[in-house]
């Protein structure tokens, strides 16, 4: 208590000296979290809407389909599986799905793209990027139908609107070609290029008669949850939980959208290195400021000793006043930040005027719309590291202070 007592009073002697450090570490927290925070925010965002383009932030399919996607690598009963993980803790949606490649033709027109089967029963727009972006018509009504959800601009080259007829051919599960007619009952526009000119929905039943699968057959199960550091846990769930009926195998979105994955890593890498350099400035800072205070203070330090403190106890006495300085420096941060955090995550800044509403990243839309989302380890982790720092800053003035000699620094002053 007496420490306490003596740092506090050490630091109100200089009050500039400590408001201006005190006001670089609140910097520091302000751009840890802007950092932080617009990393969790996009990074989520490009996750989220990279997942709900097909595969899931978990997705189950026939071992090897990953590697060599093919459409005669598929489960025979995704029923059973979807029953099996919508169940399972932060579950949100499970969606068997048949996708790959196809020619799609109209008149004398054609065009290569992938399909992807959806049960129109089972979709929606909260977990089908697709649903939410149709622009004309709509989606078919029948998973056995004919129907089918055009990408705007396949739709514009293949001269193509709700209630017209196109030609789908593809490659069954045995090799062989085969065709079906289905008519267009509505067109998205996503503002990505490669699936406004390459994808097209079309009713899971249908596909599944065309291809040769069984009533139940799909190339992957789609599994989302609302909470994306829990994807680890859930494929390890799931895995356990799958029959030996058949090998199949249990990716998490990091491993199917692996170029996403990389992108996300490198730039997370790039922001911690940047707060790290922000960081290090900052703990410059307080040695100085604790350094400066020491060498000031020879005589008073000499006077301690020499009445009996320890030299340990001048240590820390010093680092004491270094840890209240990080503290007093993260109650500013926090009153710097917050009105910054709350304009931000809620309202954000629209840059859409420098990058445009279309702009992608790792073949991913990136909402144009910075804002900020901080989970709550990320916070826990900035404000561990200013202590952190703090305390580190404090080590070699502490040192210094506590090998002052009593005689010598009582006779220079």
């Not at 018509?137 to 089918?148: C, I, K, T, Y």
């Not at 005589?299 to 320890?310: D, K, N, S, T, Y």
């Not at 030299?311 to 680092?319: H, K, N």
């Not at 930040?337 to 839309?365: H, K, N, Q």
């Amino acid at each position: 208590m007496r420490l306490n007592t003596m740092a506090w009073r050490s630091l109100s002697r200089n009050r500039r000296r400590t408001l201006i450090t005190s006001l670089s570490v609140a910097l520091g927290i302000f751009l840890a979290v802007t950092l932080t925070g617009s990393g969790d925010y996009s990074y989520t965002n490009m996750i989220n809407t990279s997942t709900i383009m097909g595969l899931g932030h978990v997705s189950v399919a026939e071992e090897g389909y990953n590697d060599r996607p093919s459409l005669s690598r598929w489960l025979r009963d995704a029923g059973g599986l979807r029953d099996t993980a919508a169940g399972l803790p932060r579950v949100t949606g499970a969606y068997p799905r048949i996708m790959g490649q196809a020619m799609f033709a109209a008149g004398a027109k054609s065009a290569g793209g992938m399909f992807m089967g959806i049960d129109p029963a089972l979709e929606g727009t909260e977990h089908n990027f697709f649903l939410r972006s149709v622009v004309a018509g709509s989606l078919f009504a029948e998973a056995d139908g004919r129907g089918a959800l055009i990408g705007a601009e396949m739709a514009k080259k293949l001269n193509l609107r709700p209630g017209r007829k196109m030609v789908i051919t593809v490659t069954d599960k045995d090799g062989e070609l085969a065709s079906e007619l289905l008519r267009i009952s509505g067109v998205f526009r996503t503002g990505d290029h490669a699936a406004d000119s390459g994808i097209v929905l079309v009713p899971l039943n249908r596909l599944r008669q065309t291809l040769g699968y069984g009533p139940g057959g799909a190339t992957l199960l789609a599994v989302y949850t609302d909470d994306l550091r829990r994807v680890a846990d859930i494929r390890a769930t799931l895995a356990g939980k799958l029959s030996s009926g058949q090998e199949m195998e249990v990716l998490t979105w990091r491993e199917t959208q692996a170029d996403l994955a990389g992108l996300i890593a490198v730039d997370r890498l790039f922001n911690y290195l940047m707060q790290l350099l922000v960081g290090l400035v900052i703990a410059a800072g307080i040695m100085n400021t604790m350094l400066m205070s020491v060498l000031e203070r020879g005589r008073e330090f000499g006077i301690m000793l020499a009445v009996g403190m320890a030299p340990s106890q001048v240590a820390r006495l010093v680092l004491v006043e270094s840890l209240w300085l990080g503290c007093l420096g993260v109650v500013l941060g926090i009153v710097l930040t917050a009105p910054w955090f709350y304009y931000m995550s809620r309202t954000g800044i629209d840059l859409s005027g420098l990058v445009g509403e279309d702009y992608s990243a790792g073949g991913v839309l990136v909402d144009p719309v910075l804002k900020l989302r901080l989970f709550r380890e990320s916070a826990l982790a900035i404000l561990a590291s200013v202590f952190l720092l703090t305390l580190a800053a404090g080590i070699y003035p502490a040192i210094r202070a506590g090998r002052v000699l009593p005689a010598q620094s009582i006779k220079e002053k």
